[in-house]
């Protein structure tokens, strides 16, 4: 047995290299061609071609002349001349091809015409305006097919289900090189939303329903679809849950959505670890009990612990219109942060209303009561704040995970008094912005923070509420939290007032890598003696699957308590905005 399975391994090698050898090794030569469009397409042609037994026979070179001709005509040039020649042995062949190209066919009549309900689309006629194809263009049928797809995909976004090409046409007139290319697209109808519908009961139903911004009878949009459904998604109802056109043969006009989902467990949990420069090892817990009852209210609970900050918090979320954006929240927390010269505990409790404006800045009012305690610098305090307040975000980006364009605002402001059972009276404004744009692949990106606290003195703000700064997220070069004013001692006791800026350009090296060089500059101070802190440096930035992955050196240019010279590694992974 064990020698008849030797022998058929034996006889299967010999089988492969008899194999391998049947085939000779081709090499092209291209001779002539004086357009590196042109000669790149014949090489991918060619390379198509199956490995011959042998090159100098007259099948195989019609295939190469064939192939040549298709790769020069889809270009747009129709009087190729082709020379070819065969040398050397059968098992190492070289197949020269001299060519002459001839002159280009232009396009002397381009006749675009939309037919149907949709001959006023803004989306298609700006497809039509831009077409790829230009009268006196080269006839480049790459570009020719390009934008009949391009007709055809939007037209199915927008609802135009039956779109068809009633003409589409090139001609060619060989004897003078000019063609006209007819493409006569007719739309069809366009198809409306119609009702939702269920595949099963569902608890969740009626927040479906709430989170639903368009009605039976609004043109079909497959982008407003795909927001339906990520914002499903994101209530964190569902297991999973997809929203779908339940397109028939013989459809009527408003087309029902398909509503197939199932809830998520009672009780779901997950766990973390991770790693910054700011805060060294950081490990994170979290709790979710999506669906507490028919009303849709939810509890999630976060315990989140590195070496400097300790926190839990605890939030029971209650819909008044939609899960996701309009809601109250009951938030309550615990900190413990030992970092710096800053050794302190806080309890907070909040209560807020949360709403999406009309123009997408998410709203919210809360009243918050803040109790804590502990040491900044060299002075204990204690103190104990109500404080009503509003905030106001706005986050929008393109390009996916990782981002081509962005801008994230936030703005807030909150105060206390002791005519409500406040220690101490003080008002907070706080508001930041970060833009990112993309040129040519160059990425810009520019973060702005402003913050104030208007206050007897700084002593009777909490260290919460104070103003820190320097390390990943705000003056790179510095650590964490190690720039703000200083007692007569040296020790740190935060500040009233915060500027900061920075600015980042990014350099593409790769398709995924890019190059950085930044600036930041800032200053945190109760009186506006302290000078500005200045951080430079360099960095990697690699556009990873699970978003942007980001590596810095930077060094402080002045203001250290460090010696000037010494660089501060900053990695940060997760997205911009």
Same mark, same amino acid.
């Given at each position: 047995?064990?020698?008849?399975?030797?022998?058929?391994?034996?006889?299967?090698?010999?089988?492969?290299?008899?194999?391998?050898?049947?085939?000779?090794?081709?090499?092209?030569?291209?001779?002539?061609?004086?357009?590196?469009?042109?000669?790149?397409?014949?090489?991918?042609?060619?390379?198509?071609?199956?490995?011959?037994?042998?090159?100098?026979?007259?099948?195989?070179?019609?295939?190469?002349?064939?192939?040549?001709?298709?790769?020069?005509?889809?270009?747009?040039?129709?009087?190729?001349?082709?020379?070819?020649?065969?040398?050397?042995?059968?098992?190492?062949?070289?197949?020269?091809?001299?060519?002459?190209?001839?002159?280009?066919?232009?396009?002397?009549?381009?006749?675009?015409?939309?037919?149907?309900?949709?001959?006023?689309?803004?989306?298609?006629?700006?497809?039509?305006?831009?077409?790829?194809?230009?009268?006196?263009?080269?006839?480049?049928?790459?570009?020719?097919?390009?934008?009949?797809?391009?007709?055809?995909?939007?037209?199915?976004?927008?609802?135009?289900?039956?779109?068809?090409?009633?003409?589409?046409?090139?001609?060619?007139?060989?004897?003078?090189?000019?063609?006209?290319?007819?493409?006569?697209?007719?739309?069809?109808?366009?198809?409306?939303?119609?009702?939702?519908?269920?595949?099963?009961?569902?608890?969740?139903?009626?927040?479906?329903?709430?989170?639903?911004?368009?009605?039976?009878?609004?043109?079909?949009?497959?982008?407003?679809?795909?927001?339906?459904?990520?914002?499903?998604?994101?209530?964190?109802?569902?297991?999973?849950?997809?929203?779908?056109?339940?397109?028939?043969? +013989?459809?009527?006009?408003? @087309?029902?959505?398909? %509503? &197939? !989902? $199932?809830?998520?467990?009672?009780?779901?949990?997950? *766990?973390?670890?991770?790693?910054?420069?700011?805060?060294?090892?950081?490990?994170?817990?979290?709790?979710?009990?999506?669906?507490?009852? +028919?009303?849709?209210?939810? @509890?999630?609970?976060? %315990? &989140? !612990? $590195?070496?400097?900050?300790?926190?839990?918090?605890? *939030?029971?979320?209650?819909?008044?219109?939609?899960?996701?954006?309009?809601?109250?929240?009951?938030?309550?927390?615990?900190?413990?942060?030992?970092?710096?010269?800053?050794?302190?505990?806080?309890?907070?409790?909040?209560?807020?209303?949360?709403?999406?404006?009309?123009?997408?800045?998410?709203?919210?009012?809360?009243?918050?009561?803040?109790?804590?305690?502990?040491?900044?610098?060299?002075?204990?305090?204690?103190?104990?704040?109500?404080?009503?307040?509003?905030?106001?975000?706005?986050?929008?980006?393109?390009?996916?995970?990782?981002?081509?364009?962005?801008?994230?605002?936030?703005?807030?402001?909150?105060?206390?008094?002791?005519?409500?059972?406040?220690?101490?009276?003080?008002?907070?404004?706080?508001?930041?912005?970060?833009?990112?744009?993309?040129?040519?692949?160059?990425?810009?990106?520019?973060?702005?923070?402003?913050?104030?606290?208007?206050?007897?003195?700084?002593?009777?703000?909490?260290?919460?509420?104070?103003?820190?700064?320097?390390?990943?997220?705000?003056?790179?070069?510095?650590?964490?939290?190690?720039?703000?004013?200083?007692?007569?001692?040296?020790?740190?006791?935060?500040?009233?007032?915060?500027?900061?800026?920075?600015?980042?350009?990014?350099?593409?090296?790769?398709?995924?890598?890019?190059?950085?060089?930044?600036?930041?500059?800032?200053?945190?101070?109760?009186?506006?003696?302290?000078?500005?802190?200045?951080?430079?440096?360099?960095?990697?930035?690699?556009?990873?699957?699970?978003?942007?992955?980001?590596?810095?050196?930077?060094?402080?240019?002045?203001?250290?308590?460090?010696?000037?010279?010494?660089?501060?590694?900053?990695?940060?992974?997760?997205?911009?905005?």
């Amino acid at each position: 047995m064990t020698i008849m399975k030797i022998f058929k391994a034996v006889f299967l090698l010999l089988s492969l290299v008899v194999h391998v050898n049947l085939y000779a090794a081709v090499n092209f030569v291209l001779n002539d061609v004086d357009n590196s469009d042109v000669e790149d397409n014949i090489t991918v042609f060619l390379n198509a071609l199956s490995q011959p037994t042998d090159a100098n026979n007259p099948s195989y070179l019609q295939q190469v002349s064939n192939s040549t001709r298709q790769a020069v005509t889809a270009l747009g040039y129709y009087e190729m001349q082709l020379k070819i020649d065969v040398t050397g042995e059968i098992d190492k062949q070289t197949v020269t091809l001299t060519i002459n190209i001839g002159e280009p066919t232009r396009i002397s009549a381009l006749n675009l015409k939309l037919i149907g309900e949709g001959r006023r689309d803004p989306d298609l006629l700006k497809i039509v305006k831009n077409f790829p194809l230009k009268e006196n263009d080269i006839l480049h049928h790459g570009k020719y097919e390009e934008g009949k797809s391009q007709l055809k995909k939007l037209a199915r976004r927008n609802g135009y289900f039956d779109s068809k090409f009633e003409k589409s046409t090139v001609e060619v007139v060989s004897e003078n090189n000019k063609a006209t290319v007819n493409i006569w697209f007719d739309t069809g109808m366009r198809y409306q939303f119609g009702q939702l519908k269920f595949s099963s009961d569902l608890p969740a139903a009626k927040f479906i329903y709430a989170l639903q911004k368009f009605k039976a009878g609004d043109p079909y949009d497959a982008r407003v679809l795909s927001k339906f459904n990520a914002e499903a998604n994101e209530t964190g109802y569902f297991k999973n849950i997809a929203i779908v056109p339940k397109i028939q043969k +013989k459809q009527e006009r408003q @087309i029902p959505l398909l %509503v &197939v !989902a $199932s809830m998520r467990p009672k009780d779901s949990f997950g *766990a973390g670890l991770g790693i910054s420069t700011d805060e060294g090892i950081r490990s994170k817990f979290r709790w979710t009990r999506p669906w507490v009852n +028919k009303y849709g209210h939810s @509890i999630v609970g976060n %315990v &989140v !612990a $590195s070496l400097p900050r300790q926190e839990a918090s605890l *939030a029971y979320n209650i819909p008044i219109d939609d899960p996701l954006y309009h809601y109250y929240s009951l938030q309550s927390g615990y900190k413990m942060v030992n970092n710096n010269d800053t050794d302190t505990t806080q309890y907070l409790l909040t209560v807020g209303r949360h709403k999406r404006l009309q123009d997408g800045w998410l709203r919210n009012i809360f009243i918050s009561y803040d109790k804590e305690f502990g040491k900044q610098g060299q002075e204990d305090f204690s103190s104990q704040l109500i404080m009503p307040g509003i905030s106001f975000s706005r986050n929008r980006s393109r390009g996916g995970i990782n981002a081509t364009w962005g801008e994230a605002l936030q703005f807030s402001l909150k105060a206390s008094h002791e005519s409500w059972l406040s220690s101490s009276n003080l008002f907070k404004i706080y508001g930041s912005s970060k833009f990112l744009r993309t040129y040519n692949n160059h990425q810009f990106i520019s973060t702005t923070e402003l913050g104030g606290v208007y206050t007897d003195s700084i002593d009777d703000v909490p260290s919460s509420m104070r103003f820190f700064s320097g390390g990943d997220q705000s003056i790179r070069g510095y650590t964490y939290e190690s720039i703000a004013p200083e007692d007569e001692d040296g020790f740190l006791i935060g500040g009233q007032y915060l500027v900061v800026q920075s600015v980042e350009y990014r350099f593409p090296i790769t398709q995924n890598w890019k190059l950085a060089t930044f600036i930041d500059a800032g200053t945190v101070t109760s009186n506006f003696d302290e000078s500005v802190s200045v951080g430079s440096g360099i960095g990697a930035v690699w556009s990873s699957p699970v978003g942007p992955i980001r590596f810095y050196l930077a060094a402080p240019v002045n203001n250290s308590n460090d010696s000037i010279d010494k660089w501060t590694i900053h990695f940060m992974i997760g997205p911009e905005l």
